[in-house]
Structure formats: C-alpha cells, structure tokens
C-alpha cells in the first residue's frame, strides 16, 4: 500500500499507463452505473497501444452481492466478460463501479477497493486502474475518480463538461457536469 499514500511520498514514479477517456464516454458511464440507489459495477476496454489504454466499451457485470454501499459480481459474470475482451485481443483498461453520495470525497475507494485492485494488477498482472463515479446532484455534478494501487498512471480526458480536480500518479479526480436536457 506504500505507493498508494502518494501524499506522503515523494518517490518519483514511472508512468506506466496513460488512459485516454472523452466526457461524453464517463458522462454514459457515470449514469449506466447509478440507475437505483444500488451500487453497480462495469468492466471497462478499448484500444491499447503502447502505453495509451482508451476507456471506450464498458460491459456491465452480474451482481453477486450488492446493496447502497456495496457492489461484487459473480466470478463467472466477470470472468465471461475478461474472456470475451481478450478473445477479440483486447484489454481490460478499467474496472468501474458506483459510490453513493454526491461529493468528490465519495468516490474515494474503500480498504476493499484498494485491495481487489491491487490482488488485479499485482497478482494477476493487469494495467487496469480503477474508476469510482458518484451519483449526480440536482445540477447534474457528480465526480470521477481514476485510482491505481500498483500501476502509476496518467490520465488525458477529452471533450466538455469535465473539470480536473486532483491529479498524482495514483489517483485522478473529475468533475463531471452533466447537461440538463429535458
Ligand atoms: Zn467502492
């Protein structure tokens, strides 16, 4: 967990991945994954190249267990759906899931969070980093936020509505205002 309190740190980092994400794509994200009061969970891919991992198809996972602050899909959902990308020769690139709450302090990832992501990357090699997105309020703000425990990474988000908040090696955060249509 050492490299996770970046605060703390002032080890430099070697970027080892850079995800490529629009606010179009997380503004669709963001609300795929708040439907109810539930927590939900998403496996997330798009194009690799290099070091460039695009966050572009999000594949929604089974749950196993779930509840407001809680969210696990079944080993086989989630397996499934790793097999199906990497058939097609691609890449997990991020593995989302829904906090509840409004503010950007809510997407912060819990002990477990921290932990699975780290079992993902560590023991079974993955670069994928973790997205947290929260509700959105009456004005349509909600937050996102890029974490990664083992993979020190940067993140480029294109389009409008997004504002950056926070930003380290380990972990980025957005503003997302989404538009009031309707
Ligand atoms: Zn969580």
Same mark, same amino acid.
């Given at each position: 967990?050492?490299?996770?309190?970046?605060?703390?740190?002032?080890?430099?980092?070697?970027?080892?991945?850079?995800?490529? +994400?629009? *606010?179009?794509?997380?503004?669709?994200?963001? =609300?795929? $994954?708040?439907?109810?009061?539930?927590?939900? &969970?998403?496996?997330?891919?798009?194009?690799?190249?290099?070091?460039?991992?695009?966050?572009?198809?999000?594949?929604?996972?089974?749950?196993?267990?779930?509840?407001?602050?809680?969210?696990?899909?079944?080993?086989?959902?989630?397996?499934?759906?790793?097999?199906?990308?990497?058939?097609?020769?691609?890449?997990?690139?991020?593995?989302?899931?829904?906090?509840?709450?409004?503010?950007? +302090?809510? *997407?912060?990832?819990?002990?477990?969070?921290? =932990?699975? $992501?780290?079992?993902?990357?560590?023991?079974? &090699?993955?670069?994928?980093?973790?997205?947290?997105?929260?509700?959105?309020?009456?004005?349509?703000?909600?937050?996102?936020?890029?974490?990664?425990?083992?993979?020190?990474?940067?993140?480029?988000?294109?389009?409008?509505?997004?504002?950056?908040?926070?930003?380290?090696?380990?972990?980025?955060?957005?503003?997302?205002?989404?538009?009031?249509?309707?």
């Amino acid at each position: 967990m050492q490299h996770h309190d970046q605060k703390t740190s002032s080890r430099p980092s070697l970027i080892k991945a850079v995800i490529l +994400a629009d *606010s179009l794509t997380l503004s669709n994200i963001q =609300r795929a $994954l708040t439907p109810n009061d539930d927590e939900w &969970g998403a496996v997330l891919t798009g194009p690799v190249w290099k070091q460039l991992r695009c966050v572009t198809n999000s594949y929604a996972v089974e749950p196993l267990r779930q509840s407001q602050v809680y969210f696990q899909a079944t080993a086989r959902s989630w397996l499934d759906t790793m097999i199906s990308i990497r058939e097609f020769g691609s890449f997990v690139t991020a593995i989302a899931h829904s906090h509840p709450g409004w503010s950007a +302090a809510a *997407s912060t990832p819990s002990g477990e969070d921290i =932990r699975y $992501l780290s079992d993902l990357q560590k023991k079974c &090699g993955s670069k994928a980093i973790g997205i947290i997105v929260t509700r959105a309020n009456n004005d349509g703000v909600a937050y996102v936020r890029f974490y990664s425990v083992h993979v020190p990474f940067s993140v480029r988000v294109v389009g409008e509505h997004i504002e950056q908040l926070e930003k380290s090696a380990y972990e980025y955060v957005y503003r997302l205002s989404i538009p009031q249509n309707n």
